[in-house]
């Protein structure tokens, strides 16, 4: 349920939003979600608890795109639907919790699911190596792009060096323009349709978060977020943004850290 601090965030955040983007139209400026899009992040790590952790990824604009990238994105979604729609406005308080909720170095929130296959993977019984998760839709173009990006990431690693895997979450553009065919997932079996869907074109393996959202809400509600878990199932890095090269780094520094 929203609070009044809620109410008020997304009354400044649809109006901040609305000016930008009418503004870019009206001078021909780019919007401010390309030019943040090239804001770096630093690979520093440091040690809690004798773990070892990463300075976490934090931006509600994306990061780790091309222009063009971007641009083709944007081709797919309404950004006028957007404003108006209210369930994306009142997931952006979880959007700003998320900075604060998530304690590197502590344990991470366990959870099990089921994936595509009919196979329950719980994520406390993969402690011993390193695990990297993100949360994904169809209807998600971020999502879609970092798919193709992780599952050639999966390539790099052994299966007992480092696990990889989605999330099928909520759709988040349904009916838009690049995605008429969809809609709003109202039961499991919708959910898992479109998440076999997705699992055709990824080797990664696929899990269904089901429409209680129970761990998309354990985990912030950030359409496509990224966590790292070390072996010891502490949370070693997240970012508000799927990005492979991220993980990438995160996961060969953990892989070099666990050598003798």
Known sequence: SLTLLDSKIIKI???????????????????????????????????RCGSLCFKPFRSIFLSGYEREEVSAMKNKISILRMIADPRHWTEYPWFLRFFWWHKIGQPAPDFELPSVNGEKIKLSDLRGRPVAFMFVALTCPPAIM??????????????????????????????????????????????????????QQTSLPVLIDGVDEKVLRLYGKVPNAAFVVDSEGRLAFYSTWADASKVEVVLDLLLAEAKP
């Not at 390539?155 to 809609?183: C, M, W």
């Open 13 to 47: 955040l649809r109006l901040k939003w609305f000016r930008v983007n009418h503004r870019s139209r009206i001078m021909g400026l780019e919007p401010i979600s390309q030019s943040m899009m090239k804001k770096t992040w630093s690979p520093a790590t440091y040690k």
């Open 146 to 199: 970092q798919v193709k990006r992780w599952t050639d990431l999966q390539k790099k690693y052994n299966r007992d060096e480092a696990t990889l895997f989605v999330i099928y979450s909520r759709e988040r553009h349904p009916r838009e323009p690049g995605y008429r065919q969809y809609r709003h997932t109202r039961t499991d079996a919708e959910k898992t349709a479109n998440a076999q869907t997705l699992a």
